[in-house]
């Protein structure tokens, strides 16, 4: 997302949670923005993309909640998660069994398999049992392909365990495999035709593969067999992308599926899917990532653009999954055009390659930067603010940003693109691709800051500051 006129960017895309943002401010002035705020046992507790934090409560100067019950132009990523299904009898002796000695045992497995193969029922349902305690097992070591391969493996054995095959499709949908997750969903409605879970997951991956249709008959029918927040909100902005887009026009690449309205002039769309074609061929080499599905773009009018994304006036572009760009009165694609698509179409690289847990500050840095912006004009304001103290730390930044000001947002992008600078000049581009990949699997975003650079976030502050003073600040 970019702020007009003054400065790029994109509000966080937030993990799991479509809750209103509360603001916790901080008795040195800094402000963190979460969701679900609470205070118990001295510390404040809440949610952001990088997952569930907490800091002490002597810190905090207020709570800001935000109680309007409306949500931001800025939206979440899909709330995707398993849901609770009651574990095959005699379970936990399966998993001890499975998972001992810090590590998987394979041969029981084997074992289990055999009998399976015999034609044992019993056997059956302990072998998907295995699996299922095998992936488990990978997911906590962030090994989330390997889980996926026991998810099959277990499924091979046991078709329609309903367990397996929605805990599957959830992790295709956290790796934006969306049209992968579609076979074990299809199956899973067969073994299960009232579920509600079914048809909300069905709803996330045909969305994701931009079919906004059929995401809208799934969640349609998901919210006659249960009630859900989450479900009604997807539902209504689903219906208001079709309503606008019902006549608008459609072009597609390999990477990308295009929706245009008929002011804008076919050629400039042309254009457009040209300059993502080359940008999408740059960042996957830069960042060593494939998206596994064809990114949605669509240009709007002006006003088209509010309507439909809800987003505040500043807003000059957005990325929820879908590149969404207003291009009002344009014929070709300008420098600042090529510039503010390279930038969300970066995001999309960055959420789906960190499956949305980068933070906010590593999401903007990146962007602008591959956008081909740089600290040149900011370095000297930033180091005389650093000495003073006045720049943010790295661990307010990780969540949505939606509630700064508009003094407070530039400083927490100026200082996320250094930051990102530095990390590039100390060990190149692939220091980048790599940490965007151990944001996927790690706890936090500081321990996969300090698992790929071998720095914690202070030290990060103090190479961000180092480097800005030699590379930009004359003797």
Wanted: aromatic share 8%.
């Amino acid at each position: 997302m970019r702020f007009r006129i003054a400065m790029s960017f994109l509000l966080a895309l937030c993990a799991a949670s479509c809750a209103s943002a509360d603001v916790i401010v901080l008795k040195n002035g800094n402000r963190i923005i979460g969701t679900n705020v609470t205070s118990e046992n001295g510390r404040v507790t809440y949610l952001t993309s990088a997952g569930q934090l907490s800091i002490p409560q002597a810190i905090v100067a207020r709570i800001e909640h935000d109680d309007s019950g409306e949500r931001s132009g800025a939206d979440v990523a899909p709330p995707v998660s398993t849901p609770q299904i009651e574990p095959a009898a005699g379970y936990e002796e399966i998993a001890h069994q499975t998972i001992h000695d810090g590590g998987v045992d394979y041969a029981y497995i084997a074992r289990l398999e055999s009998d399976a193969r015999s034609g044992s029922a019993a056997a059956t349902v302990k072998v998907a049992a295995a699996h299922y305690a095998a992936a488990q097992f990978f997911l906590s070591k962030a090994k989330t392909d390997t889980a996926i391969e026991q998810y099959r493996e277990g499924l091979s054995f046991s078709p329609d365990n309903f367990g397996l095959l929605m805990n599957l499709s959830v992790l295709y949908l956290r790796q934006s495999q969306f049209t992968q997750a579609l076979d074990p969903l299809q199956h899973a409605r067969e073994v299960a035709p009232d579920s509600a879970d079914v048809y909300k997951l069905m709803g996330w991956a045909y969305y994701g593969a931009n079919k906004t249709g059929q995401a809208i008959d799934a969640w349609k029918q998901a919210a006659k067999l249960r009630p859900d927040p989450d479900v009604i909100e997807a539902l209504r902005k689903a219906e208001r992308d079709q309503a606008l887009e019902s006549s608008y026009r459609e072009g597609e690449t390999a990477h990308f599926d295009l929706k245009y309205s008929g002011s804008a002039a076919p050629e400039l769309a042309r254009g457009i899917l040209n300059a993502l074609e080359s940008d999408y061929q740059d960042l996957e080499s830069q960042l060593d990532y494939t998206p596994p599905e064809p990114i949605g773009v669509v240009l709007y009018t002006g006003q088209a653009f509010q309507d439909i994304t809800r987003a505040p006036a500043w807003v000059g572009a957005l990325n929820d999954g879908r590149i969404r760009i207003p291009v009002q009165g344009l014929t070709s694609v300008t420098p600042e055009l090529a510039r503010e698509l390279k930038h969300e179409l970066t995001h999309s690289f960055v959420g789906q390659k960190s499956h949305y847990r980068a933070p906010t500050w590593l999401q903007e840095g990146i962007a602008q930067w591959m956008e081909g912006s740089r600290s040149t004009s900011n370095a000297a304001y930033l180091i005389d603010a650093a000495q003073k103290g006045l720049v943010p730390q790295l661990g307010s930044l990780e969540g949505s940003w939606i509630g700064y000001s508009g003094d407070s947002a530039w400083v927490a992008y100026a200082w996320s693109l250094a930051v990102v600078e530095s990390i590039i000049d100390r060990g190149g581009v692939s220091d980048i691709g790599r940490l965007i990949g151990a944001m996927a699997g790690a706890p936090s975003a500081q321990d996969a800051v300090q698992q790929t650079l071998n720095s914690d976030y202070d030290q990060l502050q103090q190479q961000t500051l180092a480097y800005l003073r030699r590379s930009y600040v004359s003797d």
